[in-house]
Nanobody, 113 residues
Framework: VQLVESGGGLVQPGGSARLSCAAS????????MGWYRQAPGKRELVTTI??????NYADSVKGRFTISRDNAKNTVYLQMNSLKPEDTAVYYC?????????WGQGTQVTVSS
C-alpha cells in the first residue's frame, strides 16, 4: 500500500488549507484513514474516518478541521480552516486495514504571518 499526500505549505493565521492523501495498492474494503501531525516534541492524532464515514477529531481541531473521503478513489481529504500557529506541524496520512498500518511521507503545514 502506498500513500501519496499533497497540499500544505505556508498559510497565514486564520487561513485555510486542504490536504489530500491518495492510497494505492492492495487495500481491504474495510479500513480506516486518518491524519496525524508531528510538531517538535509532540505527536498527535488529528482525525480519522472509517470506511462507512464515521469520524473522530482531536479536541484541538474540532469545529475547524473536516475530514472526508472518496472511497472510489481511495482518497481522504483534510480541510483545515481557521488555522492557528499551533497547527504548524508535519501532517502524516495513515491507513489501517486488516493487513497493517501504512503511512504517507508527510507534508509540512506552517501557519505564520
Amino acid at each position: 500500500v502506498q500513500l501519496v499526500e499533497s497540499g500544505g505549505g505556508l498559510v497565514q493565521p486564520g487561513g485555510s488549507a486542504r490536504l489530500s492523501c491518495a492510497a494505492s495498492g492492495s487495500i481491504s474494503s474495510i479500513y480506516v484513514m486518518g491524519w496525524y501531525r508531528q510538531a517538535p516534541g509532540k505527536r498527535e492524532l488529528v482525525t480519522t474516518i472509517t470506511s462507512v464515514g464515521s469520524t473522530n477529531y482531536a479536541d484541538s481541531v474540532k469545529g475547524r478541521f473536516t475530514i472526508s473521503r472518496d472511497n472510489a478513489k481511495n482518497t481522504v481529504y483534510l480541510q483545515m480552516n481557521s488555522l492557528k500557529p499551533e497547527d504548524t506541524a508535519v501532517y502524516y496520512c495513515n491507513l489501517q486495514d486488516s493487513m497493517g498500518s501504512y503511512w504517507g511521507q508527510g507534508t509540512q503545514v506552517t501557519v505564520s504571518s
